[in-house]
């Protein structure tokens, strides 16, 4: 790959239109989109993760989209491999390549790259998945500040996976997480330029709302019933699907269900919060509406040209 190839990082909160403006932008520079989203890889999950519809797949050459099934694990590193190999697949072809998602460390790691760590035991894993599922955030939130407090000090403490992983690793290898992360940041052969979306946080937090109701009217109960053999598998503790799976005896009734759509909304909201706060920690986002777009292909230009 060439140094003058460029990759344009498209990022914001859940349901702010991500994708509709990466389409665009996508369709501008006549390239492809690779998926930043750590869920809307699965075949199996498409209406609760809000995949790209199938005209806009047609529309635009996606990777990591459906590319991967429920019961493989993925990780950031991964991510950062697959990631690469996709770019050097685009850049091959074109000058530009779109990148589009929400998921911060999954970008994190194509921009900047993932340290190489010890791997952490499955089954020790599995066990304090099942001991948060049964104890609760507060339980897993203990046990982590008491075996590695340098970890859980500067964690997303609400983040139950980031925490689950980091208490594996310590009783798995014995260390912090923290002893393996280098904060070197790696060169990549691209130049980068990054852009954040925003709206105003009542008209986000509709957004998320109504998107939610239209996964409904889409068929989401339907999806949720069919993976619900599955609903143990840690890509099934997300945001749109544990709600439901938490709810107790299945199939559910209309209340559990309209209570589950509750905590749903909520926690999208939370989620937003957290993508936000992710994202505004990297001075290299320059924020926009996602309906700028002459503004945000003006603001390419000039970084392209620099």
């Known amino acids: 790959m060439k140094a003058a190839k460029t990759l344009i990082v498209i990022a914001g909160p859940t349901a702010v239109g ?161 002893n393996y992360r280098s904060g070197v940041v790696k060169k990549r052969p691209f130049k980068i330029i990054k852009i954040a979306l925003d709206l105003p946080r009542e008209t986000l937090y509709e957004r998320i709302d109504r998107r939610v109701d239209i996964m409904m009217e889409q068929g989401l109960m339907a999806e949720i019933t069919a993976l619900y053999p599955y609903r143990e598998l840690k890509n099934l503790q997300t945001v749109g699907y544990k709600e439901f799976y938490e709810m107790g005896e299945w199939p559910l009734s209309e209340a559990r269900i309209a209570d589950a759509l509750v905590k749903v909304k909520q926690h999208s909201r939370n989620y937003a919060k957290r993508q936000l706060t992710w994202f505004r920690k990297d001075p290299e986002f320059k924020w926009f509406r996602p309906d700028d777009l002459i503004a945000i292909l003006d603001y390419i230009q000039q970084e392209q040209q620099q």
């Open 18 to 178: 991500k994708t509709a403006l990466s389409i665009a932008v996508a369709q501008h520079f006549k390239t492809a989109i690779i998926s930043a989203d750590s869920r809307q890889c699965y075949q199996e999950m498409t209406i609760g993760t809000a995949k790209p519809s199938p005209e806009e797949l047609l529309a635009v050459p996606h990777y990591f989209i459906n590319s991967h099934s429920i019961e493989e694990a993925l990780n950031a590193g991964t991510y950062e491999r697959e990631a690469l190999a996709y770019c050097e697949a685009i850049f091959s072809l074109q000058d530009v390549a779109v990148l589009c998602g929400g998921t911060g460390l999954y970008i994190k790691a194509l921009c900047e790259g993932i340290d190489e760590m010890p791997a952490v035991d499955k089954a020790i894993e599995q066990q304090i998945q099942k001991s948060y599922e049964e104890q609760g955030l507060a339980w897993l939130q203990e046990a982590i500040a008491a075996k590695d407090p340098a970890f859980f000090a500067q964690a997303e403490q609400q983040n139950h996976s980031r925490l689950i992983r980091a208490l594996a690793f310590m009783e798995t290898n014995g260390v912090s997480i923290m």
